[in-house]
């Protein structure tokens, strides 16, 4: 095990409404990074929180938000639903942002689906 | 942009077997890093070896080894002396040095089922 943890573990949402997943990062660690996996493709990076700021964000659409608190863990939230973010969100953390060069820990992952 | 190509979705290898599972990239960034992660069924993805493009030596953990070929753009992953525990999806990933998030670019994966 990574020391990440994620939160809940799956979850169902109705078209248009928001969802907050949440990631308890390691110990110690002040960065964190969060990734859409659709079905059957690769993971794909969302936005990453360095020291409690946005450090860098993939191609997706403002409705995807994140926040990291003081005490480094993070939350990710979605809001006006759409089928197509139906996936499972991972969360990765690493102990500094130069260290993220190397390892990143990733979580086990919220499961997302979208009816 | 970084991009990553697997082009093998799924391989069988007989148990204890040494096994290869391709990996090719794309980049114009003179420093990258290259990673191979394990994604049993239980999803998470678990980190099994690194490579930094100006590591003079293929890196190895383990049962793991990177084949790196510079000049080629390939980064393919040896699994020597096969588990049944090794079943599962493996995803190489490129990172992105440019935009100083370091952030991963996944290719698609390979799934790869052990036999007894």
């Known amino acids: 095990e990574t020391g990440v943890t994620q939160s809940p573990t799956h979850l169902i949402k109705t078209r248009g409404q928001q969802v907050t997943l949440r990631c308890s990062s390691q110990?110690?660690?002040?960065?964190v990074s969060w990734y859409q996996q659709a079905l059957g493709q690769g993971p794909q990076f969302i936005f990453q929180?360095?020291?409690?700021?946005?450090?860098g964000r993939g191609n997706f659409p403002p409705r995807f938000s994140g926040l990291q608190f003081p005490n480094y863990s993070s939350e990710l939230n979605v809001n006006a639903l759409e089928l197509d973010d139906s996936a499972l969100y991972l969360c990765?953390?690493?102990?500094?942002?130069?260290?993220?060069?190397?390892?990143?820990?990733f979580g086990p992952g919220t499961r997302l689906t979208v009816t | 942009a970084q991009k990553i190509t697997q082009t093998q979705p799924g391989m069988f290898v007989q148990e204890k077997e040494a096994v290869t599972l391709d990996c090719t990239y794309d980049t114009s960034d003179p420093s990258y890093g290259l990673f191979w992660y394990k994604q049993p069924s239980s999803g998470e993805m678990i980190f099994l070896i690194y490579q930094g493009s100006y590591d003079q030596q293929n890196a190895t953990e383990g049962r793991y080894s990177l084949n790196f070929q510079k000049a080629r753009k390939s980064a393919n992953l040896v699994i020597s002396a096969s588990q049944l525990g090794d079943s599962a999806m493996y995803f190489c990933a490129n990172r992105d040095d440019g935009a100083g998030s370091y952030q991963l670019t996944f290719g698609k994966g390979t799934k790869l089922s052990v036999i007894p």
């Open positions: 990765a953390s690493s102990f500094s942002l130069t260290a993220t060069r190397g390892k990143q820990y």
């Open positions: 110990s110690g660690h002040n960065t």
């Open positions: 929180y360095y020291r409690e700021e946005e450090n």
